[in-house]
């Protein structure tokens, strides 16, 4: 029986992302997350007496040096090596344009393929194939410059790929599944796109998704991927690795009529995501939804409540807030008499939809949007139709507020 560990983007030193890290606690946890989620999978290896890692690509994240690193990197690939663990890694499009991936002294159980491909023996029945990236972009197929399986045994191939195209993801070394099952190798080690899928099972086409998530755009628990190989049979189970869990989550409110019954239900629903954490912290954003009778006084109090929920994550010891948003309507009123602000909440709605008003609100959000960084804008406004839909949560998210602190003025 032969175990291997298969994982891919670890992106070491990766910038995680979140509101939540202005917790001086938590920030000391994800800085180090990605490298805790590369110790974790290292253990793993060794304490499944594991003969090989293999590492599909984008071991680091960029073109940032760090000696710490790189001693952590020698570190722990030096445990491997003591163990008795093979490791193979292909370069991906991050670690093409990363120095230290050229300027290591790596340890002697490491084997790194180059952009030529090649193959190398693990055990008597059992090759491994692997084709790097040699420069930052790979705009067409590497499928050529693997060699072919060698007969009578079980062969194991690594590629860093986008396959046909994956959402929020560039095109690199492009490729169709099909193209891979009829290659004539028993296990596709993929690396690339960071949400795990197993695109097929005879053969093996996985992609192990990242061990660790960066920001809440990557919410979820995240694993790699352990093979037993018996009597040229491969089996596959998955291996939690990630040191914080993003969470994006949200909590019908509907029935909540005052402050101490959605306390009590917050409570209860934040310690119920704890219980079924992954990782040993979670960062959550939190959705309110729902038509409660009180909504208008839970979107006039929402400075409160954010504080709130945010202690009572704290209480859980595990579980932080990155963003508390509100999504509240009124519930149908049963009293067909119409308030002056019931009134002005027509007026609102009729301003809102007229031209004058929607080209006056785009035109302001786009002033703000400019004097914010490159890469901020990028985010909240990827593509021509952005700045209209911002604009319209805008003016929408006001107009609740205005009217919240209205009805409570007048309460």
């Known amino acids: 029986m032969v175990r291997i560990i298969h994982t891919a983007d670890i992106h070491l030193d990766s910038p995680l992302q979140s509101l939540a890290l202005r917790n001086e606690s938590l920030r000391e946890v994800v800085e180090a997350a990605t490298r805790t989620a590369f110790q974790t999978i290292t253990g793993t290896a060794i304490a499944e007496h594991a003969d090989a890692l293999l590492i599909a690509g984008d071991l680091f994240d960029g073109k940032q040096r760090s000696a710490r690193t790189a001693v952590f990197l020698i570190e722990q690939l030096d445990r491997l090596r003591q163990a008795g ?14 120095q230290l991936t050229g300027s290591l002294d790596l340890p002697d159980n490491v084997h790194v393929f180059s952009g030529r491909g090649g193959k190398v023996q693990l055990t008597g029945d059992i090759w491994v194939h692997g084709v790097s990236f040699s420069e930052r972009h790979a705009p067409v197929s590497l499928l050529p410059r693997f060699s072919a399986p060698v007969a009578g045994a079980v062969n194991i191939a690594l590629l860093h790929t986008s396959l046909s195209g994956a959402q929020g993801h560039d095109v690199y070394a492009p490729c169709a599944v099909s193209d891979l099952i009829t290659m004539g190798f028993d296990y596709w080690a993929l690396g690339h796109v960071h949400k795990r899928q197993i695109h097929s099972e005879d053969p093996w086409v996985v992609m192990p998704g990242m061990p660790q998530g960066r920001d809440i755009g990557e919410a979820g628990p995240k694993s790699a991927s352990l093979l037993t190989i018996t009597d040229k049979t491969i089996d596959v189970t998955e291996v939690q690795t990630c ?31 704890a219980g079924q954490l992954n990782a040993s912290a979670g960062v959550l954003r939190l959705e309110l939804q729902g038509t409660p009778n009180r909504h208008w006084q839970f979107l006039r109090d929402n400075d409160y409540w954010r504080e709130q929920v945010s202690e009572l994550a704290r209480e859980t010891d595990c579980l ?7 999504n509240l309507e009124a519930p149908v009123a049963q009293d067909t008499s119409a308030s002056a602000i019931d009134e002005l909440a027509v007026i609102i709605a009729q301003i809102q939809s ?19 960084p490159t890469e901020v804008r990028a985010r909240m406004l990827p593509d021509e139709n952005s700045t209209r839909s911002l604009a319209q949560t ?17 309460s």
């Open 85 to 98: 663990v093979r490791v193979f890694y292909i370069k991906g499009n991050h670690d093409a344009e990363n």
């Open 394 to 410: 805008l003016c929408q998210s006001g107009s609740k507020q205005i009217l919240a602190r209205m009805k409570g003025a007048d």
């Open 243 to 273: 040191a914080v869990e993003f969470i994006s989550d949200s909590l019908d409110i509907s029935n909540t009529d005052t402050d101490d019954a959605l306390r009590n239900q917050l409570r209860v629903h934040l310690r119920t995501i």
């Open 320 to 326: 932080w807030i990155d963003k508390l948003k509100f």
């Open 354 to 372: 007229e031209p004058g008003f929607a080209n006056t609100a785009e035109a302001r959000v786009s002033e703000v949007i400019q004097d914010l």
